[in-house]
């Protein structure tokens, strides 16, 4: 077989390839349907280096101007804070936690409010055993922002999703509370 024709049919097959995936997923006006949805609460309380009982999250990279008990200045830009929160069915700490969230955000930006998470929701119910990966950049500065969900294990193996995130209360940045619309539309 000559290189042209090699060339000519590996030309074919990248434009198979890109016709079949972009007739499913670019401009169409199809309005795909949840496969499996939640609404989970995450309360994430910072440590400020006199609530060591009840924090569920620490800064443990901070910019040279900052310290590791206080967000930094200038949209808290180069501190990484690893967590692990209680999941709620509700807007209550207190309530009963059907999971934890584990992992961590990172702020990413000088001139505005914004994070990149990287976290996994490890959820142990009567209704779901098993935990789903999510990814992206929260920015603050926006009422609903949505993170990739990148897959799991368990109830939530190979799902794929957005997670629709709203702020649901800041308490002098040691207390978070967020809202999680979690729309799986991928589920094997």
């Known amino acids: 077989m000559g290189s042209h024709t090699t060339l000519s049919m590996l030309v ?3 434009m198979f ?11 169409n006006n199809k309005h795909y349907k949840p496969c499996k949805h939640l609404l989970l609460f995450f309360h994430n309380i910072l440590y400020n280096g006199h609530n060591a009982a009840n924090a569920t999250s620490t800064i443990v990279v901070a910019p040279q101007w900052g310290n590791l008990t206080k967000l930094a200045d200038q949209n808290h830009f180069g501190d990484v804070v690893v967590f692990d929160d209680p999941i709620t069915l509700d807007n209550n700490l207190h309530s009963l936690p059907i999971g934890r969230a584990q992992g961590l955000y990172s702020y990413d930006n000088k001139k505005m409010l914004t994070a990149w998470f990287s976290f996994s929701f490890i959820l142990n119910t009567t209704d779901y055993h098993g935990n789903f990966h999510v990814i992206g950049v929260n920015n603050g500065m926006m009422k609903i ?5 990148v897959g799991g294990t368990g109830d939530f193996f190979m799902h794929r999703g ?18 999680f619309d979690i729309k799986f539309y991928e589920c094997w």
């Open 12 to 14: 074919l097959f990248f």
């Open 17 to 27: 390839l890109t016709l079949s995936s972009s007739d499913n997923h670019q401009g």
């Open 145 to 149: 922002r949505d993170l990739s969900i």
């Open 162 to 179: 957005i997670a629709s995130i709203m702020t649901d209360l800041i308490e002098d940045e040691v207390y978070m509370r967020l809202r």
